[in-house]
């Protein structure tokens, strides 16, 4: 049985905290797979909450299917990734939520004093080589199968509280939208490349430029794509631009049919 989901007030949030956070739903909700999902959270959230590294895990326990992603690029050796599989507890945070039941976003801070986040395993073992001394997580459960996280990492400034409602008012939409597809493991495995990353490593295009391309590919105009971002229209007419000239194509449209054969399909936009 799904959950059911409560959206928490978001009253407290400032105009245009408010305005990214919706701008953050509708890119999440407008992908077609959950490749593209994982890079739209990440995307979008970062634009909400500043770090050094932004990490979101889907778990299924049972079938032991993961998706995880980690922005703007994994910082882990595979023994400290090995590491932190293993000895899970060390992590302050994961013990606090197994021991509260606790589904609210928290610091480290508020969990741990900073002396004993120090000198636990995890930051020893797994954190401090690169220097990760500030996190922020908020843990999902998606369903009664699936559970997820999603991680804010830095190394030179605490998160605010602020931060915190910003994730609480997230969660119940991540749930909505990963409950949208009704096989979301069977769509996409989790080594998928999203249309994102494949069009800044096979195009050579920055990560905003891959964004108004995805965008460009889905229908969007200039201006919707300007909304959809927080940018100026401007802005997406200076990356459509860039975007031509990047992949020497004469027009928006022989872009867009070029776009979509790269993301592996050949239809039109709706």
Known sequence: MIPAVEVPPMHSLSR????????????????????????????GMSRLITADFTNLHVL??????????????NPYTEDEIAYYRSHPDQNPLVAYYRRSGDTHARRMSEVASHD???????????????????????????????????????RQRDFS????????????????????????WQLVPSDAMSSRQRFMQELELTTREADVLYWITEGKQNAEIAQILNISLFTVQKHVANILKKTQLENRSVLTVSALKLRGTGKPPA
């Open 60 to 73: 299924n326990p049972a079938s032991g299917e993961l998706l995880h992603v980690i922005a703007p690029e």
């Open 161 to 184: 509280a602020q931060d915190g409602e910003v994730l609480d008012a997230f969660a119940p939409h991540f749930r909505l939208a990963w409950q949208r597809h009704p096989n979301p």
């Open 116 to 154: 004993e986040y120090l000198s636990s395993g995890i930051f020893r073992h797994c954190n401090a080589r690169i220097g990760i001394r500030y996190i922020l997580v908020i843990p999902l459960q998606v369903d009664e199968y699936t559970v997820a996280g999603l991680t804010f990492m830095r």
């Open 16 to 43: 245009s905290t408010l305005q990214r956070l919706l701008n953050a739903i509708h890119i999440m909700n407008c992908v077609d797979n959950h490749a593209d999902f994982a890079m739209a959270v990440l995307d």
